[in-house]
Nanobody, 116 residues
Framework: QVQFVESGGGSVQPGGSLRLSCTAS????????MNWYRQAPGKERELVAT????????NYADSVKGRFTISRDNVKNVVYLQMNMLKPEDTAVYYC?????????WGQGTQVTVSS
């Protein structure tokens, strides 16, 4: 059974940092590309960052380039999202995601709030 458990969200002031973690189980983690999405109130869910199965390729939404870093640990089955220089517009629920055998799997999400 595929499962993702996110953690690390919280409230932070503009300019601050947070690191999100997503622990995966139920599939061969090292064979799957992993994604972070986010959804702000009243907006559609958007792709934030993607990392390839072995970590050699990473892609980011234009809105987070230079501020966010996606990484993974294929021994611990964890994918991370390091978020620096946070802005109020980064406020959203952040979700871990993988597409496995044609099906999208999601974590429960973790809330990130950026406010002064």
């Amino acid at each position: 059974q595929v499962q993702f458990v996110e953690s690390g969200g919280g409230s932070v002031q503009p300019g601050g940092s947070l690191r999100l973690s997503c622990t995966a189980s139920g599939f061969i983690f090292s064979k799957q590309n992993m994604n972070w999405y986010r959804q702000a109130p009243g907006k559609e869910r958007e792709l934030v960052a993607t990392i390839s199965s072995l970590g050699g390729s990473r892609n980011y939404a234009d809105s987070v380039k230079g501020r966010f870093t996606i990484s993974r640990d294929n021994v611990k089955n964890v994918v991370y999202l390091q978020m620096n220089m946070l802005k109020p517009e980064d406020t959203a629920v952040y979700y871990c995601n993988a597409r496995i055998d044609g099906f999208n799997y999601w974590g429960q999400g973790t809330q990130v709030t950026v406010s002064s």
